[in-house]
């Protein structure tokens, strides 16, 4: 990411109605290292949920594949630690695998490999760096059949519509007897949920926070970033989470040579998780054009795991 681009999108959201902030800006390495604080907080149960699927549940998600050769192509993998576990599944189950990650940074991917090459020895690993919109159009012309994975919950930083044009996007890469596996973050509580992004201990503040570091330190900002505080909103009905950080007071702060003005309790919208019940999901799915659907979540039925077919 370029500085350009940085600087050009972050004045183009502080000088929205209403402001904004976007959190691909979030993980610069105080921003990850943060990142990873918060993965590891008791109150954010997600890594912990996807992962007792992909343990515990990945032979049921296998029964579902009939072929015996795969691409595993996994978007946005990172350092791809969960998706092991179902790769060796796959593996244990007597199915070819071909692991193909995708994702924009080339170090992170050679923490792949070498994850991969410890865990799973053997294994066959294509990395593919660069952005995923860009990247995905080199493995559709391949014939084995085609597993994508979209972990995390990522899905859940598309508002509204765009999830369902970001998975028909993928869709147009994809072939009959091909299958998109979605990790989901699903509807429950609302106070389960704002504890996993309102923790009490504020690791999440510092993460929003950052950002306004961030933009001190390469965009010659002058954030007074304690006169900011973070708020967290869930709306049950609609499923979406929203973070936003408040001016506390009215103030006029520096952003690359330009003034930007806040009156007092003004919010810097900065991100969306999107929540989904199994209802939703197979609506989207229906919608997207896919065939089937099954849905594989974990005991306490907070996260699932979606496997949809062409």
């Known amino acids: 990411m370029t500085t350009d681009t940085f600087e050009k999108d972050i004045l183009k959201g502080l000088q929205s109605k209403p402001k904004r902030l976007f959190s691909k800006y979030f ?8 990142f990873q604080q918060i993965m590891h907080l008791p109150e954010y149960y997600l890594p912990g949920c996807e992962t007792e699927i992909l ?5 049921d998600i296998i029964n579902k594949l009939p072929q015996a050769s795969y691409d595993v192509v996994e978007l946005g993998a990172g350092d791809g630690s969960k998706t092991a576990y179902f790769l060796d599944a796959m593996i244990r189950e007597k199915k070819k695998v071909t692991y193909i990650p995708l994702d924009i940074s080339p170090e992170i991917l050679s923490v792949n490999e070498e ?17 995923y919109f860009e990247t995905l159009k080199e493995i559709s012309s391949r014939e084995v059949p085609k597993i994508i994975l979209f972990l995390g919950s990522n899905i859940g930083n598309f508002e509204g519509e765009k999830a369902l044009g970001f998975i028909r996007f993928v ?6 007897g091909d299958y998109f596996m979605l990790g989901v973050d699903l509807k429950k509580h609302p106070r389960t949920i704002l504890a996993a992004y309102d923790d009490p201990a504020g690791i999440t503040k510092k993460f929003n926070i950052n ?40 103030q006029k702060v520096q952003v690359a040579s330009h003034t930007v003005g806040f009156h007092a309790f003004e919010p810097i919208h900065m991100e969306v998780s999107q929540k989904y019940s199994l209802e ?8 997207a054009g896919f065939s089937t659907d099954h849905h594989f979540t974990d005991s306490k039925s907070y996260f699932s795991i979606s496997l949809f077919e062409v």
Do not use: W
């Open 27 to 34: 993980y610069d390495d105080k921003g990850s290292a943060l």
């Open 55 to 59: 343990q515990q549940r990945a032979k």
């Open 115 to 131: 994850i991969m090459r410890q865990r799973l020895p053997g294994l066959c690993v294509k990395p593919i760096a660069g952005d």
């Open 171 to 176: 869709k147009r890469f994809m072939g009959k």
């Open 211 to 250: 950002l306004l570091d961030r933009i001190n330190r390469e965009l010659n900002g002058n954030f007074n970033t304690a006169d900011f505080d973070h708020y967290a909103s869930y709306d049950p009905i609609s499923g979406a989470t929203k973070s936003y950080l408040i001016s506390k007071v009215a």
């Open 280 to 287: 939703d999901l197979d609506q989207i799915r229906f919608q």
